[in-house]
């Protein structure tokens, strides 16, 4: 059976997770790596899964995420966060910390695979680091790399046959917000803040390409580094004529540019990058919510009224994960996603890493099941095709701040156009 024909992921794992169990004592012995990575030898009952996450820095809640994203998925097959039984074999984790840098997750990733011998590399967070990864994956042909949250466009264009992406690129988050702003909220002027670094490239690059295409102009970019506290000057140097101003911040960096907004008086409306309204932001500070209310984005991250029993299936058990947000972050379902898809992979080929972990890459490959965000399948490039979002800022219950449906898009595809540091429209 391959994934084409497997049911939804909840209802299958809820229903199969005695089946798992009960079979496993009687599962053929399979291909799992064992402690010293032998991963083809079909002589191992233990899959090593070592999982990359942020764990300082600005994305420092990252590897609270990941495991958040893993617990859901191991517990509806009765394991944990620390391992379980999945397709016959026992899994176990590996996890390795990282601070968002490209030189930490190579000397991490080099780690998990030439010391702690894992069979699957599952990460990382950020969008250097999933360069860094891809580069390295391209170098141990014999382990299968999944992709945790990273989304630069180039990682699934390098040809790395044994990576695996099960989200969209941040370009594609953008699709049909350049548009709407343009068009629907009128912004003609729009001055953009956003990280150096990778990712906000080619989020920003996606937004902008469509709102000039649209007949936008960008009057001014302010690129910061990641972990900047003082955004003073850079506020004060927003024209005055600007119609919106682009935030392509995220994490701490977000919840610190909305709070001093808010204290500078900045009175302009925002459109986010895909991080910069996450829950990660928005829960941090009571004091932004003059400042982000209204704020428009795209992204995997639907509003709270979104109509899908799996996505509610979903926000409940991840309700439940230990240090969880007031609702799943951008980073929890990405990695929910991507690790929900590896399982079936491995469930699929009934947990046999064999012939250099071949069945499994074929079956992942065929990955097609209907997310908690909508159907997920995958291109040539190994690169999956999905759903998008665009949403609004509001004011919920109580005066917390919350994501609303603004439209859908389904079976959004990667482009090839690969985005870079620029000035005015890209």
Request: charged share 20%; net charge negative; aromatic share 8%.
């Amino acid at each position: 059976m391959t994934l084409n024909t497997k049911r939804t992921a909840f209802a299958a794992a809820s229903a199969g997770a005695g089946l798992v169990l009960l079979l496993a004592g009687c599962a053929p012995a399979g291909t799992g790596g064992d402690s010293g990575g032998d991963s083809g030898d079909g002589g191992s009952d233990t899959i090593k899964i070592g999982v990359l996450a942020t764990s300082e820095g600005n994305l420092a809640f990252g590897m609270g995420e990941a495991k958040a994203a893993i617990g859901v998925a191991m517990e509806a097959r009765g394991g944990t966060v620390d391992g379980g039984e999945v397709g016959g074999k026992k899994v176990e984790f590996v996890y390795e910390g990282t601070d968002g840098t490209s030189g930490s997750a190579q000397t991490k990733v080099k780690k998990l695979v030439e010391n702690d011998g894992v069979d699957i590399v599952f990460g990382p967070v950020s969008g250097d680091e999933g360069e860094a990864v891809v580069q390295y994956a391209l170098t141990t042909p014999d382990i299968t790399f999944v992709n945790g949250s990273a989304s630069p466009v180039s990682m699934t264009l390098e040809g790395a046959e044994n990576f695996f992406r099960f989200h969209g690129d941040s370009a594609m988050w953008m699709g049909g917000l350049g548009d709407y702003a343009y068009n629907d909220k009128g912004y003609k002027k729009i001055y953009s803040i956003a990280e150096d670094y990778s990712f906000p490239y080619d989020n920003a690059g996606g937004f902008f390409s469509e709102f000039c295409a649209a007949g936008g102009e960008v009057n001014g970019n302010s690129w910061v580094p990641v972990g900047t506290t003082d955004y003073a000057t850079i506020l004060s140097q927003i024209p005055a004529d600007t119609d919106a101003v682009y935030v392509g911040l995220g994490g701490a960096d977000a919840a610190s540019f909305l709070s001093q907004a808010v204290t500078a008086g900045v009175n302009k409306p925002l459109v986010g990058g895909s991080i910069a309204v996450d829950t990660t932001a928005l829960s941090g500070d009571a004091n932004i919510g003059q400042a982000a209310i209204g704020t428009i984005t795209g992204g995997p991250v639907p509003g709270a009224d979104y109509d899908n029993p799996d996505w509610k299936t979903f926000v409940d058990a991840y309700a439940t994960q230990p240090d969880a947000f007031p609702s799943p972050s951008i980073f929890s379902i990405l990695y929910y996603n991507s690790f929900e898809s590896l399982l079936l992979g491995i469930e699929d080929v009934e947990g046999d890493l064999g012939d250099g972990q071949a069945d499994l890459r074929s079956a992942l490959e065929a990955t097609s099941w209907d997310s908690p965000t909508g159907p997920i399948s995958m291109d040539e490039n190994r690169q999956a095709v999905v759903d998008n979002f665009l949403v609004e800022v509001a004011a919920g219950d109580g005066g917390a701040l919350t994501l609303t449906d603004v439209s859908e898009a389904t079976g959004v595809k990667q482009g090839t156009t690969v985005y870079d540091r620029f000035d005015g429209c890209p």
